[in-house]
């Protein structure tokens, strides 16, 4: 089965950027999708198909994918960016998720 | 506006069965296909399953720890989705989401989400 591999927490600065990978075989040819979870909330997509953002969704969130690995960009953290991420692939029929990441805005 | 609204969780012995609602409004419920995602306490999240819009066949696909115990299925005039859960175990305990999935460019994504339903497996 495939496996998506993120680090476990990232810390940032306010007003610096957040850089959050999601590791795969190959993954840069497939589609990623990344879910934004703050505490007791449900996810919400920030990013899909590698670099496309929702509407309501700032431009300070953006995305990139190639070769083994996918980037979560957050540009000028906030505060209110304090969450856990999950980028997402879809992989032989099935939803696979990575095991998610904390970031810490301090 | 898109509302997905989970119900049927709660406490349940390991062994028996129990099944899961989401209620959706705000679309066409028939025209999409939807997925249920777990969390266990302090964990990730994990891709339970999902059924295709009937356009695709209407067929379910499913996790390999729950293949063979847990079925979904959904009631299009009532844009009610199911998941039937049975054998359940203690690894089972998490909150429910349900989520409506976009397919685009051959993958699937999950653009809204419920809040959630806690399942909650203990003797």
């Known amino acids: 089965s495939y496996e998506l591999t993120q680090p476990l927490s990232v810390s940032v600065a306010p007003g610096q950027t957040a850089r959050i990978t999601c590791g795969g075989n190959?993954?840069?040819?497939?589609?990623v999708h990344w879910y934004q979870q703050k505490p007791g909330q449900a996810p919400v997509l920030v990013i899909y198909?590698?670099?496309n953002r929702p509407s309501g969704i700032p431009e300070r969130f953006s995305g990139s994918n190639s070769g083994n690995t996918a980037t979560l960009t957050i540009t000028r953290a906030q505060v209110g960016d304090e969450a856990d991420y999950y980028c997402?692939?879809?992989?032989?029929?099935?939803?696979?998720f990575g095991g998610g990441t904390k970031v810490t805005v301090l | 506006e898109v509302q997905l609204v989970e119900s049927g969780g709660g406490l349940v012995q390991p062994g028996r069965s129990l099944r899961l609602s989401c209620t959706a409004s705000?679309?066409?419920?028939?025209?999409?296909?939807m997925s249920w995602v777990r969390q266990a306490p302090g964990k990730g999240l994990e891709w339970v399953g999902f059924i295709r819009s009937k356009a695709y066949g209407g067929t379910t696909d499913y996790a390999a720890s729950v293949k063979g115990r847990f079925t979904i299925s959904s009631d299009d005039s009532k844009s009610i989705a199911y998941l039937q859960m049975n054998s359940l175990k203690t690894e089972d305990t998490a909150v429910y989401y349900c989520s409506r999935d976009l397919l685009e460019l051959g993958t699937y994504y999950f653009d809204y989400w419920g809040q959630g339903t806690l399942v909650t497996v203990s003797s």
């Open positions: 997402q692939v879809w992989a032989s029929s099935t939803g696979v």
């Open positions: 198909r590698d670099s």
């Open positions: 190959n993954i840069g040819d497939k589609n």
């Open positions: 705000g679309f066409t419920f028939g025209d999409y296909a």
